[in-house]
């Protein structure tokens, strides 16, 4: 691939990772995890690229290939730490989607490490002289490197809209086909921002798959709380009194317990969402 091109495709790549950010800040604000792994991937790719441009600027291809790959698998091992520092940091859990980008980008690890090896120290392929020139050299680590490159950032922007509480049994993949379209539907329609009741009740679908992806010991305080908020939003249809505010607080203590991994006592978050709320 041309420089030309990977400039092209690396400015799409961050384009589309701040879109997917704003996606999940505004239409899954309680999966905070999820929004701070995109923001990571965002100021990852576009600092990384912008380094790149700066040190490329006015180089020869033979003078950059030195540092390329170091850069740029410095670069996914420094997001796979910030990844990791989620947990610890923010108290916050860390999801099998956050496992799977991080296996994602130790492949594009051990990629640049391969191309560098190729292009600086030994051609792998020859164990002679590095392999330099495209046209002569290049052989299929190259064209493996350039696919699996694409292909692997093309599956973790997709994660960052997929729901976190799916399945891994194959008779539960039905029920994941059936809640990932839901999720999506209900992400990208607009009408839902415009409609106070649905944005409720899409905020319960997502506090809901977040309680699904907690182990069954830890589900019981969360999906309380969940509960009430759901009473009282039947309730309010039947009765025609709007109970926002406590629907709210609700809500908000079923989303902090089920996504801290030290709130797993249902009095201790409302306490905290109480004096967030003040």
Not at 186 to 210: E, K
Request: charged share 15%; aromatic share 10%; with cysteine.
């Amino acid at each position: 691939m041309d420089n030309l091109t990977a400039f092209i495709l690396n400015s799409l790549w961050i384009i589309a990772f701040i879109l997917a950010m704003f996606y999940n800040m505004a239409r899954r604000p309680d999966l905070k995890a999820v929004t701070i792994l995109a923001g990571l991937l965002a100021a990852g790719y576009a600092i990384t690229h912008w380094v790149t441009a700066e040190l490329f600027d006015g180089r020869s291809y033979h003078e950059h290939i030195t540092f390329q790959y170091i850069l740029w698998g410095g670069a996914c091992l420094a997001i796979i730490a910030l990844i990791l520092s989620i947990r610890p940091v923010q108290q916050l859990r860390l999801y099998w989607v956050h496992w799977t980008v991080i296996l994602l980008l130790a492949i594009d690890v051990l990629g640049n490490i391969l191309m560098h090896l190729d292009q600086n120290i030994v051609g792998l392929n020859t164990l002679a002289e590095p392999n330099l020139n495209w046209s002569t050299d290049s052989w299929w680590l190259w064209y493996w490197y350039s696919a699996q490159s694409n292909i692997n950032n093309a599956l973790i922007l997709a994660l960052l809209f997929v729901p976190v509480g799916m399945e891994s049994k194959l008779m539960s993949q039905p029920k994941n086909i059936k809640k990932l379209f839901k999720s999506l539907i209900q992400g990208f329609n607009i009408l839902t921002f415009l409609n106070s009741q649905q944005s409720v009740m899409n905020r319960m679908d997502v506090i809901q798959d977040m309680i699904d992806a907690l182990p069954h010991a830890e589900r019981s305080e969360a999906q309380s709380l969940l509960f009430s908020a759901k009473e009282l939003t039947y309730r309010m249809d039947e009765t025609g009194q709007e109970h926002y505010e406590a629907i709210t607080l609700l809500l908000d203590a079923a989303a902090h317990c089920a996504s801290h991994i030290s709130a797993h006592d249902a009095n201790t978050a409302l306490l905290i969402t109480k004096a967030k709320s003040r």
